[in-house]
């Protein structure tokens, strides 16, 4: 399958390139309000390319927010049901001027094509969509059964989808879930995300004055709120990278000390990860742990943003009324979103100093997940990639946090197969964001494959 699969993809690899290109060049920006008929636009997009690619039952699903795609195609008796998963909503482009290329003229430059959400996530959701097309074209059926839901806003938190899977459960019903957002430990080394973090998304605001006041008049006596916002910030983690909150350590669970020692195996190097990826002066965070540990394993606090007062070009000697921070908090497994949402309030109020008032708005929570690499539809995934790839898969970890796995597990009751073909240099959610053209062929064959490998009986395996 895995020779016929590529031959198939490389017969239709130049029409598989234009329609991601095509798909690219909608700017379907979630977050900002003057782009919301792109996203309409590209939620349309995405429904005509599963009808055309024989699919069933699509639907574009009104929501409060951004629209859903649904559809399926439910005709392999005795065959699992797959939940196929990606979003097409993208990330701002900003600061437009660190383009090479515009960000929404797909460009190919050697084996990538640079363009916002190439690797997140719309080259990723292309090629699910793909591996249905092409095989209904080659054989008219598939040798699962199928349902797709893409969402169009995973990047301004996924309240919809979040709702839909929560109230219409029965309509996603399946055995697995498959969800292509994640990347490749490196290049040419095909890899099975089997756990990602949870988080805790808030806002905190501080309140001081009723009103902005001029420095020069109250300034020395009236409270202000970024001072307080600051001593907040500063409670809440210490120096040595260690998060400040009672409790928030009580219940990490550790990896287990074989996965350890495979992570230790990793082509990994901090040297190169630091000049290479962080690009920084030095790396930070928990003592005693590895980087690998620390950004896939331990429960962190990050500031993200800061707005208020006065930020515009020129003077305005303000004393601002009130001062927020987006902070989030990553979690590892046996860490419970609303304990720690919890303890993280109770915390903020302790360091609030006296003349101000603070609040804290959450914004999203995720539990983290982790999977067991025996499970056979991540053992189908295995050999899925490495009949592709011609290279046995690693399992790792990813740092990141993608709600809908967790909720597929909880609402759902299944698996989730987290196989994605990014790399770590695709600059997500930064300038000159590529996908590897070559993952994108190869990650449609991969699909097929672990279809393929689904519909075998396990007693023949």
Known sequence: ?????????????????????????????????????????????????????????????????????????????????????????????????????????????????????????????????????????????????????????????????????????????????????????????????????????????????????????????????????????????????????????????????????????????EQDYLKNEVKAAALTGESGYSVLERTWARPTLEVHGMPGGFTGAGAKTVIPARASAKISMRLVPNQDPGKIRDAFERRVKELTPPAFSSQVKVLSLAEAVVLDPRNRFVQAAARALSAVFDKEPVFVRSGGSIPIVALMGKQLHVPVVMMGFGLPDDGLHAPNEKFSLPNYYRGIASVMRFWENLAIPERNL
Not at 134 to 147: D, H, I, Q
Not at 199 to 215: K, N, Q
């Open 1 to 269: 399958m895995s020779s016929q699969a590529l031959a198939l993809v490389e017969k239709e690899k130049a029409a598989c390139l234009e329609d991601l290109k095509a798909f690219l060049r909608i700017p379907s920006v979630s977050t900002l309000p003057e782009h919301r008929v792109d996203v309409e636009r590209a939620a349309d997009w995405v429904a005509e390319q599963l009808r055309a690619a024989g699919m069933e039952h699509i639907e574009k699903i009104a929501t409060a927010g951004h629209p859903l795609v649904y559809a399926d195609w439910l005709h392999a008796p005795g065959a699992p049901t797959v939940l196929c998963y990606a979003h097409y909503d993208v990330q701002p482009p900003d600061p437009l001027d660190e383009w090479q290329t515009p960000p929404f003229e797909p460009t190919v430059r050697g084996e990538n094509i640079y363009a916002r959400g190439a690797a997140d996530d719309k080259g990723q959701l292309l090629l699910q969509l793909k591996a249905a097309q092409l095989l209904m074209k080659s054989t008219g059926k598939l040798p699962v059964n199928v349902r797709f839901i893409f969402e169009g806003e995973e990047e301004v938190g996924g309240e919809a989808i979040d709702d839909f899977v929560r109230r219409h459960a029965e309509r996603l019903q399946c055995d697995v879930g498959l969800v292509s957002d994640t990347a490749f430990f490196a290049p040419e080394l095909p890899s099975l995300d089997i756990g990602l973090r949870g988080m805790v998304y808030t806002e905190v605001e501080v309140r001081g004055a009723a009103s902005d006041l001029h420095s020069g008049l109250y300034g020395g006596a009236a409270p202000n709120p970024f001072e307080a916002l600051a001593r907040i910030i500063a409670g809440l983690k210490r120096a040595d990278g260690v998060v400040d909150i009672p409790g928030f350590y009580d219940d990490v669970q550790a990896p287990a000390p074989e996965e350890k020692q495979s992570w230790e195996r990793l082509p990994f190097s």
